[in-house]
């Protein structure tokens, strides 16, 4: 009889930690995937300011998110 409460104590304290754990985890997933959104979202602005796309390829222009053969980005991608 001890040890049936025994194993059913060990057993329910293994059961928070593994739910304890899920939960953190997952916090800590969230906040790091919020974290690179608002790092692209800070790099955007400044990419969008001096860039210039050319052609048609598979690189990602980042002023539109179009396919383009070349990316030009800084101050010698002024071509006008």
Known sequence: ???????IL???LFSVV???SLRLD???ENSDSLTLENI???ATD??????????SGS??????????YFVSIG???KFD
């Open 1 to 7: 009889m001890r040890n049936m409460k025994k194993e």
């Open 10 to 12: 060990l057993v329910a």
């Open 18 to 20: 593994a739910v304890a």
């Open 26 to 28: 997952s916090k800590r």
């Open 40 to 42: 692209e979202a800070l």
């Open 46 to 55: 400044e990419l969008k300011q001096n860039t210039k796309c050319f052609g």
């Open 59 to 68: 690189v990602d222009c980042p002023k539109d998110q179009v396919k383009v």
């Open 75 to 77: 101050k010698y991608a």
